[in-house]
């Protein structure tokens, strides 16, 4: 079973900046971002491969880029000019099989235990 763990998240004004990390136990084909604000469903942010033979990703947030190292099995999560309807928590999450996108919820097979990223006014 892959372990996944999150860190990065914490309390910021708005404008403001957060880089979210997270560690795979192992080598994962790709690894993604979802994020549950209060009351919400769980929405998904973004996803990279994790294969040295590609920079595939998706971003479903302008002002969120990807990032990765793969030596080290860790995906980053940049988070700029972050606004109050940010606040939520973010999961980290991967998966056996890469398909070029942000995958549906379902079909995640690993997910992180979260982190709480707050964004005041």
């Known amino acids: 079973q892959v372990q996944l763990e999150e860190s990065g998240g914490g309390s910021v004004q708005a404008g403001g900046s957060l880089t979210l990390s997270c560690v795979a136990s192992e080598y994962v084909p790709y690894m993604g971002w979802f994020r549950q604000a209060p009351g919400k469903e769980r929405e998904g942010v973004a996803a990279?491969?994790?294969?040295?033979?590609?920079n595939d990703a998706d971003s479903a947030e302008g002002r969120f880029n990807n990032s990765r190292d793969i030596g080290k099995n860790t995906l980053f999560l940049k988070m700029n000019n972050l606004i109050p309807e940010d606040t939520g928590v973010c999961y980290c999450?991967?998966?056996?099989?890469?398909?070029?996108?942000?995958?549906?919820?379902?079909?995640?097979?690993?997910w992180g235990q979260g982190t709480q990223v707050n964004v005041s006014s």
């Open positions: 990279m491969a994790h294969s040295p033979n590609t």
């Open positions: 999450e991967a998966g056996r099989m890469w398909t070029s996108g942000i995958p549906d919820p379902r079909d995640v097979d690993y």
